[in-house]
């Protein structure tokens, strides 16, 4: 196995902290022994930290981030019913594919690439279409966007509705606050700016929705992720029944990443990512490099940046690759061939890596 010596600032995964691979290399418990149950317990306990959420069904899904979009689609959504999501870059049009193959008669609320969704509209379209569930991702990774989410939670609170958040990118790079404001479920990664390897996908569901869960009239679609079942080990009250074998090693891994999130402090890490995105941004904007994120609604965490006319995007993503070792993303969609996106997320977010993509960049510029 050949391993080339990497730095990830691309859309994930990130680079990964040495402590998150020492954890994950440690010796393996049964996933049902007594000693690992804790360890169990305390990422559920640090989940809802993250989450900033007292919801009691907070956990890690044993897959990647679109099994936690699976997950919340599947579980809230009854062939027949109605949902409203926010279309604004892939994963929005990723979730609203999840809940048509889940049965439910979709409309979506558009912005274009680049551009937030209009809170209001969405609000709207919601009070015309009364879905059961509604959902927007909170960091649109093909983009760079930065959804405004709290001013629809509190539209849609006491409401029928269901309001389900995609933090895959978000979590622990900018504020995500679910309680706060009123969202029903959500689902995040672990690679991006949590720094461990993809694998999991923490989930967290409100007691509204739990209880919709519990009220359905048909059977979750998925045996998987029927949270019904899923319960049954992850909650103490459950009796801890054999589910699926949960994959140990990955748990390690996130709850050293944890750890490590909650030591350094979640408005510190927020306010890291906030700075350096922002260095990002002006050093990209004094290359005279188009930032393609509307102003005011950039991630800090994952910039989309547009490259000089005539460039060959792949052939430069590879030099910057083997000439600096820096692994960055293509554009998507609209941005595909004529944009980068470049990650600044979890143990990636450092400033010596914002100098040595801006010089990189600087040089490919220069030799053209
Ligand atoms: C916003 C968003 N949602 C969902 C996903 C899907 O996650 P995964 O690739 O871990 O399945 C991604 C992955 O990049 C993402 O960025």
């Known amino acids: 196995m050949h391993l080339p010596d990497r730095i990830l600032m691309g859309p994930g995964p990130s680079d990964v902290h040495p402590a998150v691979l020492r954890a994950m290399s440690a010796p393996l418990l049964g996933h049902l022994d007594p000693d690992f149950l804790p360890i169990l317990d305390e990422i559920n306990d640090q989940l809802r930290q993250l989450f900033r959420t007292s919801n009691r069904v907070t956990f890690p899904v044993s897959a990647t981030g679109s099994a936690g979009m699976e997950a919340v689609v599947v579980n809230l959504v009854e062939p027949g019913d109605t949902v409203v999501v926010g279309v604004k870059g892939v994963f929005g049009s990723r979730m609203a594919e999840v809940a048509r193959r889940a049965g439910a008669t979709v409309h979506t609320v558009e912005a274009p690439w680049g551009n937030a969704i209009d809170p209001q509209t969405f609000i709207d379209a919601v009070h015309r279409h009364e879905p059961v569930l509604a959902g927007l991702v909170h960091a649109e990774t093909s983009t760079g966007v930065h959804q405004p989410v709290a001013d629809i939670g509190a539209a849609l609170a006491g409401t029928d509705t269901l309001f389900a958040l995609d933090c895959v990118t978000s979590l622990a790079g900018v504020d995500v606050r679910i309680d706060d404001w009123h969202i029903d479920a959500a689902y995040a990664g672990t690679q991006k700016c949590l720094s461990v390897p993809p694998g999991l996908s923490p989930v967290t569901f409100s007691d509204a929705a739990i209880e919709r869960v519990r009220n359905r009239s048909t059977p979750v679609q998925s045996w998987y992720l029927d949270l019904t079942l899923l319960l049954g080990y992850l909650d103490a009250e459950g009796g801890r029944t054999y589910h699926h074998t949960a994959p140990i090693s990955m748990l390690y891994g996130l709850h050293a990443g944890l750890d490590l999130v909650l030591s350094e402090g979640l408005d510190a890490r927020v306010a890291r990512h906030e700075r350096l995105g922002r260095m990002l941004h002006d050093g990209l904007a004094s290359l005279g490099l188009p930032l393609l994120a509307e102003a005011g609604h950039r991630l800090p965490q994952l910039t989309t940046v547009g490259l000089p006319e ?10 910057l690759q083997d000439e600096h070792g820096i692994e960055v993303g ?13 990650g600044l ?3 990636s977010c450092q400033e010596r890596n914002v100098l040595l993509v801006l010089e990189a ?6 030799a053209r």
């Open 310 to 319: 005539g460039v060959d995007e792949a052939k430069w993503r590879t030099r």
């Open 330 to 342: 293509g554009g998507l969609g609209e941005f595909a061939g004529r944009a980068w996106r470049i």
């Open 345 to 347: 997320m979890g143990h």
């Open 361 to 366: 960049i600087e040089r490919l510029l220069s």
